[in-house]
């Protein structure tokens, strides 16, 4: 049997393109796939950008540096020892023990 040749351009499209569908509320879904393997997690913005008529750019927006740093640190197993701010309070608000 003879081996046939992987033509490059197919495998690229294969590897990212799929079809979706437009929802009656607007929305596009992102197909899982593309979801899993990029690490897409709800919630993440994405910036759309008109390329031409009919021709349109997705791009994911950076994520803030310390997102999701506050859920990280509740699922600290040691219960109690990170107690989220009031939001009414800032900084100047904390007690804060003088050194020396």
């Given at each position: 049997m003879k081996a046939r040749a992987i033509d490059g351009r197919h495998v690229r499209r294969y590897l990212t393109h799929m079809k979706t569908t437009v929802s009656t509320k607007g929305q596009i879904?992102?197909?899982?796939?593309?979801?899993?393997?990029?690490?897409?997690?709800?919630?993440?913005?994405?910036?759309?950008?008109r390329v031409d008529r009919g021709e349109y750019r997705l791009k994911r927006m950076a994520r803030q540096r310390n997102e999701g740093l506050v859920k990280l640190l509740l699922a600290c197993p040691v219960k109690g020892w990170f107690k989220p701010m009031d939001r009414r309070k800032t900084t100047d608000d904390i007690n804060v023990p003088k050194l020396g």
């Open positions: 879904i992102l197909p899982a796939e593309f979801r899993q393997r990029d690490g897409i997690e709800p919630g993440q913005e994405f910036e759309v950008e």
